[in-house]
């Protein structure tokens, strides 16, 4: 059984930063990819950034593209989100996700972590 633990949010003022980490754990862990989704009350999930595990090769949405960075440590078995200039829309519950099963989809997933973003 794969767990990913989520942690790092809290409650910051715009345009301040947060680091979420992602530990994941379970028998011999691997996976395809690794991300982070969010979502604000009313709103629906989405993908905010990726990380391709063999490659590295990262994905970002437009919205948080410049201010967000995404990064792991292979030998922790983590992933991080750098969020920089943060802003009140940003704020949501943002939870870490993986692909372990099958590329392409997202089997396993976090309790997420609020992050609020004050004005």
């Known amino acids: 059984q794969v767990q990913l633990v989520e942690s790092g949010g809290g409650l910051v003022q715009a345009g301040g930063s947060l680091r979420l980490s992602c530990a994941a754990s379970?028998?011999?862990?691997?996976?395809?990819?690794m991300g982070w989704f969010r979502q604000a009350p009313g709103k629906e999930r989405e993908l905010v950034a990726a990380l391709t595990w063999s490659t590295g090769r990262t994905y970002y949405a437009g919205s948080v593209k410049g201010r967000f960075t995404i990064s792991r440590d292979n030998a922790k078995n983590t992933v991080y989100l750098q969020m920089n200039s943060l802003k009140p829309e940003d704020t949501a519950v943002y939870y870490c996700?993986?692909?372990?099963?099958?590329?392409?989809?997202?089997?396993?997933w976090g309790q997420g972590t609020q992050v609020t973003v004050s004005s």
């Open positions: 996700t993986a692909q372990v099963q099958r590329a392409g989809t997202y089997d396993y």
């Open positions: 379970g028998r011999t862990f691997s996976s395809y990819a």
